[in-house]
């Protein structure tokens, strides 16, 4: 990537401290605050929704929304359109609070990287109404929309008579060029409703949508640079990169055209294939109508290249300099904090991205953004994934994409990144080597990792979460001094055993550890570590063992549940509610002579049993049936997989083309893998890189 030295009329260190204030005080809608509306005229429903509080399990009732859409499908009849229904919040009498508990978050992240990406908001004004209303009780009855059955952020396409053309649910991919290519097929599906336009101007059949026909009416045009440029668009969203950049030279070589409106082009271009290193910060504010946009890419690019510094300070000097523009807006989105102490917008949690994918995201109509080619190769599955971590790792080494945090402090968040950059880590240890992965560059990463994971600066010891911080550790050192030679694993070795030493001093009166209370699952996560630990001759004391399996035995209910936090005698689990941390507990107990055949295979059958209810929850961010949750998805699979080690031959190889067979269905289709959104996607992608690992080492045994 190039960059130059960056000359505006403010200095950085002046704005800075204004642009990156916590947010303590707004009660209107961030994204309204922000300036994040003001690409799409929508109809927009009047009751706000704020992060940081307690999801509202009732809604305003006095609000007619489904009036509102009533006139939004009468606009569209009569403006020969269809309606684009944006669904931010759905709540309705029966649901119980299992709606989205930070549903706001990705309301941000789908108003800054979709609704204000120029071409889409063009398509969404010329050939939609755009209505933004949650989903009560009256729109659910009549749409067939409720918790659980769909997830927010969601969208309904409605034609003219009221007709569901498509909907779309669990948005947790945001790219703008995908859901451009949706609306298209929309528009196709429903017979192409719209008026005549005049067949020689480009421009603003481009603006529709209708880039076949722009592509006639360019050939018609007189050669010069406003032809070559509007070729170069044309081709760009046709998704043709050659046709493309040999238009955009041509535009150059023409001259006369303004500088920001190339140099976006030129960036957004690069970005969209991957071309980092050809994206370019200009030296200075450029003119044009595309001048903000050329250095808000050139902030993007800096981000995924893992230049932090150079990120936000270009996000600066876009919000400071073009301030009236959408780019301004969403650059401001990405450096004012909310009360997580985490930027309101997506691209420091990597959900703001532009990329091509494979043409099989644009071909057919999706209903969510997981991957649907469930027969995809698992190399190809892995280079992705392998792909998004590498992306997402910061300068300083570590994986800080997640916006975990319970209120009102932040105070976990450094504890709970430490995990997630071990998790992150110990994937891309277990894939340096696998068909088509840079085994060079993921080196280069891991030792940043190690930099970044073993300063205790980067530790909030005595926090919650640090359990888990020093069980991913452990986990990882395993995997590195089962592949290091002797010297660097007596190193790895010294560091393994002074995180037991420091777990051993945390462990609870009764045996338990905790994360924000005592519980069996995060005391048998730390207790698998250890007897990992113990197979490369860690230091774990007898003592911390034999506590922990008391622990986790006393939270043992009597059908063979876990509490979800204490003891059985305290607090009791229903099977289905133990489900994901099941066959953790009891590989736990069973491994240590507390167990049996009998229970091991139950808790593995309860798993089983009960799988497609924890799916079903997992790009859910909270208890949304019952004691399951999206966060508990991820947690499940991986622990779970770790101790089908103890079953018989067969019963694991189940389990291994189980997990494996899920997972191929489950990543998004940019190649990452999410649960709860509010923990990231470096964790769920990390996750699944070491869960398909074990799979297939499962797969692979005699």
């Excluded at 002046?14 to 994040?36: C, I, K, N, R, Y």
């Excluded at 603006?207 to 045009?221: H, K, W, Y």
């Excluded at 989105?333 to 995201?361: C, I, M, S, V």
Aim: net charge negative; hydrophobic share 40%; with cysteine.
């Amino acid at each position: 990537m190039r960059f130059s030295p960056l000359v505006v009329a403010v200095s950085l260190a002046a704005m800075s401290a204004p642009v990156f204030a916590q947010d303590t005080t707004v009660e209107s809608p961030p994204w309204a605050v922000l300036g994040l509306d003001r690409s799409v005229d929508w109809l927009n429903d009047p009751e706000h929704w704020i992060d940081a509080r307690r999801p509202k399990r009732s809604i305003d009732a006095e609000i007619d929304r489904e009036g509102m859409i009533d006139n939004a499908i009468r606009r569209a009849k009569a403006q020969d359109r269809l309606v684009f229904w944006y669904i931010p919040r759905i709540v309705e009498s029966s649901s119980r609070g299992r709606q989205m508990y930070r549903a706001p978050v990705l309301d941000i992240y789908a108003q800054q990287g979709l609704f204000n990406d120029p071409d889409l908001a063009a398509l969404l004004e010329s050939r939609f109404v755009s209505a933004r209303i949650a989903c009560d009780d009256a729109l659910a009855e009549r749409f067939g929309i409720r918790p659980l059955e769909v997830i927010e952020p969601a969208y309904l396409v409605l034609d003219g008579d009221g007709h569901v053309v498509h909907m779309c649910e669990r948005l947790r991919t945001f790219d703008p060029v995908w859901l451009r290519a949706q609306l298209r097929l929309c528009l196709e599906k429903a017979g192409d409703p719209g008026r005549p336009v005049a067949p020689e101007d480009a421009a603003r059949l481009l603006r529709e949508g209708r880039d076949e026909m722009a592509q006639t009416a360019l050939e018609a045009m007189p050669a010069g640079a406003r032809r070559s440029y509007l070729e170069a668009v044309a081709a760009r969203l046709m998704r043709n990169g050659d046709e493309a950049r040999a238009a955009l030279k041509r535009a150059v070589d023409f001259g006369g055209l303004p500088q920001g409106d190339l140099a976006a082009e030129q960036n957004l271009l690069a970005m969209l294939e991957s071309r980092l290193e050809d994206v370019v910060i200009p030296s200075e504010p450029l003119a044009g109508s595309r001048g903000a946009e050329a250095h808000y890419l050139g902030a993007l690019a800096a981000y995924e290249t893992g230049d932090n510094q150079r990120a936000q300070d270009t996000f600066a000097v876009v919000a400071a300099n073009f301030p009236d523009s959408v780019f301004g807006a969403r650059a401001l989105a990405n450096l004012k904090r909310g009360k997580d102490q985490r930027p309101y917008g997506g691209a420091f949690t990597g959900f703001e991205r532009q990329r091509w994918h494979d043409e099989g995201a644009y071909r057919e109509l999706h209903n969510d953004t997981r991957h649907w080619n469930k027969d995809r190769d698992f190399d190809a599955i892995c280079v992705a994934a392998v792909d998004q971590l590498l992306r997402l790792q910061r300068d300083n080494g570590g994986f800080q994409d997640s916006r975990y945090a319970y209120w009102p402090s932040p105070e976990i968040t450094p504890n709970a990144w430490v995990a997630i950059s071990a998790i992150a880590a110990g994937a891309l240890h277990a894939h340096r080597e696998a068909p088509g992965v840079d085994t060079a560059r993921v080196d280069d990463a891991l030792t940043r990792a190690d930099d970044y994971l073993f300063d205790p600066k980067n530790m909030n010891r005595g926090a919650n979460e640090d359990v888990y911080a020093d069980t991913y550790r452990i986990h990882y050192l395993v995997r590195r001094i089962r592949a290091a030679d002797s010297t660097e694993a007596s190193r790895y070795r010294a560091q393994l055993n002074q995180i037991i030493r420091e777990a051993a001093e945390r462990q609870r009166e009764g045996g338990f550890f905790a994360h924000e209370y005592s519980n069996a699952f995060c005391t048998a996560a730390m207790l698998q570590a250890l007897v990992e630990a113990e197979k490369v001759d860690g230091d774990v004391p007898a003592e911390l063992k034999s506590r922990a399996v008391a622990a986790i035995l006393s939270a043992r209910t009597d059908a063979g549940g876990f509490a979800y936090s204490g003891t059985a005698e305290r607090r009791q689990s229903s099977v289905k509610d133990s489900s994901a941390r099941m066959p953790l507990c009891e590989s736990m107990l069973f491994a240590h002579g507390v167990s049996d055949d009998d229970r091991l295979l139950g808790a593995f059958q309860a798993f089983e049993d009960h799988y497609d209810r924890i799916e079903n929850v997992r790009r859910n961010d909270f208890h949304s049936d019952g004691e399951l949750g999206g966060f508990f998805y991820f947690h499940s699979l991986y622990h779970t997989s770790v101790a089908a080690q103890y079953l018989g031959g067969d019963r694991q190889r189940e389990v291994a083309e189980m997990v494996l067979n899920t997972l191929k269905d489950t990543g998004e289709f940019d190649g990452a893998f999410v649960d709860s959104h509010e923990i990231g996607r470096s964790y769920g992608t990390g996750m699944a890189l070491l869960v398909l690992d074990l799979a297939q080492a499962m797969l692979q045994q005699d």
